[in-house]
């Protein structure tokens, strides 16, 4: 389980069931798990994590079938799946008890999580987070579904599909999209295997959990979007907190950084009670 650093991408590196886990880690105080969405990578809270780092232990996997981490070699890409590599990855790290706070998929990771160990979690921030049925799938996931076009996604995705892509994900108002942010996304998801486990992970039977989500019992706090559905955290945790953005996207952390990164800093304790 011992982690070492790869200069090359400025990341460390844990073992975790078999995978070799990218992560970043800044800062002192709490800790807290920062998770991206779907087709995303750690650098989706890049801005988030600065933010925090100066009052938090500040922690950002690559999620499995994505960024540096890459495929699972199991190809399961079930929610539940993702919540527990999440706590073996927390443990590899030595660190019992944390925040978590997830953006989309990553939202749906972290609420699962806090169903399957809410004796890890000291807090839980949902970030325009997915798991209710009706909710809107983005253009990527609907094309990797398609019979017809998963073979040749499995090989080939344009860099104009990316684009596409990310412009579809963003609010009206946002200026965020430019060529830096659609070559390293384009880059990352171009990795060996990631568009492959992308196609898997669009695919995957994800068994419905939102009956569940009322006896979340774990503080939680909902940032969402105005115009992202979808989204009922709020209505159905007991005594969550809620922040409603009238411009963002679905890609919050990074359209407004500032504004999320208030947002978790106002809800967590800065400061763990020493014993």
Request: proline share 8%.
């Amino acid at each position: 389980m011992k982690s070492n650093h790869t200069p090359a991408s400025d990341t460390e590196i844990v073992s975790v069931d078999g995978l070799r886990v990218h992560y970043k880690r800044a800062g002192q105080g709490p800790t807290v798990v920062l998770l991206h969405g779907s087709g995303s990578s750690l650098e989706g809270f890049e801005r988030v994590a600065a933010l925090l780092s100066s009052s938090y232990d500040v922690i950002r996997p690559d999620l499995p079938g994505f960024g540096r981490t890459g495929p699972r070699p199991d190809r399961d890409y079930r929610v539940r799946t993702y919540a527990r590599t999440v706590a073996d990855f927390m443990t590899a790290l030595h660190v019992p008890h944390f925040a978590v706070a997830g953006n989309s998929l990553g939202g749906n990771i972290a609420w699962n999580l806090a169903l399957d160990a809410p004796e890890r979690l000291n807090g839980l921030v949902l970030v325009n987070a997915t798991g209710y049925p009706e909710k809107s799938l983005p253009a990527g996931l609907r094309l990797a579904r398609n019979p017809l076009l998963r073979p040749v996604l499995r090989r080939w995705l344009p860099r104009g599909a990316t684009e596409r892509g990310l412009r579809e994900a963003v609010g009206p108002k946002s200026s965020i999209v430019d060529d830096a942010m659609v070559d390293r996304v384009y880059a990352l998801t171009s990795r060996p295997g990631n568009r492959s486990a992308f196609v898997d992970f669009a695919n995957t039977d994800q068994p419905d959990r939102s009956g569940e989500i009322t006896r979340i019992k774990v503080p939680t706090l909902v940032l969402r979007s105005a115009e992202v559905d979808g989204q009922h955290f709020a209505r159905d945790i007991p005594g969550a907190q809620e922040r409603v953005h009238p411009d963002g996207g679905h890609l919050l952390p990074e359209e407004y950084p500032d504004w999320v990164a208030a947002a978790i800093a106002e809800f967590l304790p800065a400061k763990e009670e020493r014993r």
